[in-house]
């Protein structure tokens, strides 16, 4: 699964209050980097 289709579905589960991190998506360090843009994009989309 792509890095990007992970954080999807992992923040899909998280409640919308619920702070989280790195940490919580279950992204590996050298995966860091592209967790970030994809977290950019999905921000810029209203999620």
Do not use: C, H, W
Not at 28 to 44: C, H, I, M, T, V
């Amino acid at each position: 699964m792509k890095v990007a289709a992970q954080i999807r579905n992992t923040i899909e589960r998280i409640p919308e209050s619920q702070p989280f991190g790195y940490a919580d998506l279950g992204i590996e360090a050298n995966d860091f980097y592209s967790a970030a843009k994809a977290l950019e994009r999905l921000q810029r989309m209203g999620l």
